[in-house]
């Protein structure tokens, strides 16, 4: 999975492409401590409209994100999600759990 990060006006952005899974882990950890290590950013944008699967572990992942988010007192949206995503979402009821963009 190829993930880029970037913040600007108090909102970090992670964006996803490829497969979001176990093999993913490493990465997406790094990239969202180094954004919610942001001091500026109060927001936290996952673009995910690149992610072409994602599997249980990435939801964990998701939820591992969210406590942390609360811990540094940032907020994760899911955005710009594709097709075949938000259905998964959708079935897990995270659209419950996370606010979307």
């Known amino acids: 999975m190829d993930v880029h990060t970037e913040s600007s006006n108090g909102k ?3 964006r996803l492409k490829g497969r979001f899974d ?9 990239a969202y401590e180094a954004v919610l ?3 500026e950013a109060n927001e936290v944008e996952l673009d995910m409209s690149a992610v072409e699967y994602l599997d249980s ?9 969210r406590d942390r988010a609360k811990e540094t007192t940032k ?13 998964v979402l959708r079935v897990a009821n995270f659209d419950k759990l996370f606010a979307t963009a």
């Open 57 to 65: 572990s990435a939801l964990g992942m998701l939820l591992i994100l």
């Open 75 to 87: 907020t994760v949206t899911l955005g710009s999600c594709s097709t075949p995503v938000k259905e």
């Open 22 to 30: 176990f093999t993913a882990h490493r990465v997406f950890k790094q």
């Open 37 to 39: 290590g942001d001091k």
């Open 12 to 14: 970090a952005s992670i």
